[in-house]
């Protein structure tokens, strides 16, 4: 049985990046992903990097932390991330009080302004007038998941990192020593990190470790390229997600 320093469980963005940042301070790093073309959260995010949104001086330090190490990141991993900030535009729905979504939003680090419709719609020409109240904008951070991901993983291999696909199905903690399952075999190290998403919390339930970890997840259409083009990007001033996601951590 093979023994690490370190396992990381998922190849999305989070276990990319932990597994590379503990490659460079010379740890003996596994790093396990269930797919060799993942179909992860990662793959279809947008990749985007909401640092002007931290709301309490812990979540305000990691977002100015991380828009640093972005920023330069490309140059560190020596691979491009495609890395970039742009115009973030957040359409308010026509029956929205304008002034009542903006106050929502006064408690981060960086308020977005607000737009009446005809700015919002020069700013975004493709925004559809008729359906909008107003918008709010702000400056926001972007970079290609699959590249970033592909990035740190370049890197975190050439640190002495290893990478193996296998599907994770056991994780035993015994006598401060962390045996991880795969269909293939089994792995130790000193400590195991879960990195899987949505499968993280099924996962620990299987180490009697139960954790309200929960998500939530989207529709969306892939499609081939096509000729528009937006200037910003955009999305929705008004959202669910967040209060749901709130209610879930509740349970």
Known sequence: MKTYDWIVVGGGVAGAALSYEL?????SVLRLEQDAAPENATRYSYGGIAYWSGTTPLTRQLCQEGIE????LSAE???DTQFRELDLLLPIA???DPETVAASYRGF???PSLLDADAACELEPLLNREAIAAALTVRHGSVSPDLLVKAYTQAFTRAGGTVEIAQVTALVDSQGQGTVTTTAESYTAANVVVCAGSMSRSLLKTANVTVPCYFTHAELIETEPVALKLRSLVMPAET???QMEAEAGKS
Not at 23 to 27: E, S
Not at 69 to 72: D, L, Q, T
């Open 94 to 96: 026509q029956g929205s």
């Open 240 to 242: 669910q997600r967040f």
């Open 109 to 111: 680090a960086v308020p």
């Open 23 to 27: 490659a460079n301070r010379t740890l």
């Open 77 to 79: 991993l020596d691979s």
């Open 69 to 72: 190490i972005h920023r330069n």
